[in-house]
């Protein structure tokens, strides 16, 4: 894993700033850079895993899923995939 901080197994815990996990921190500090490249035309999801993957230890499925989680799309009403309790 170029550029990362070793194993990963804290790459999925959420902060408790804001409860974003690093894995979803760097999906968004990735697909800011390169909208700001590509003068805010949209980001094909190949080119931000490409990025995402230089920093951190995921799939493709998992970006997907993190992807859908953050927009919203393709997610089931009630299923954000965190406890609500």
């Known amino acids: 894993m170029a550029g990362g901080t070793g194993s990963g197994k804290w790459d999925r815990l959420p902060d408790v700033r804001d409860g974003l996990t690093r894995i ?37 499925d998992e970006l997907q899923a993190v992807l859908q989680r953050q927009t919203g799309v393709g997610a089931m009403p009630g299923s954000s995939g965190r406890d609500e309790g």
């Open 24 to 60: 979803e921190r760097v999906v968004l500090w990735q697909l800011h850079e390169l909208q700001k490249e590509r003068r805010g035309r949209n980001v094909p999801t190949a080119m931000l895993y490409g990025r995402v993957v230089e920093h951190v230890d995921i799939s493709v």
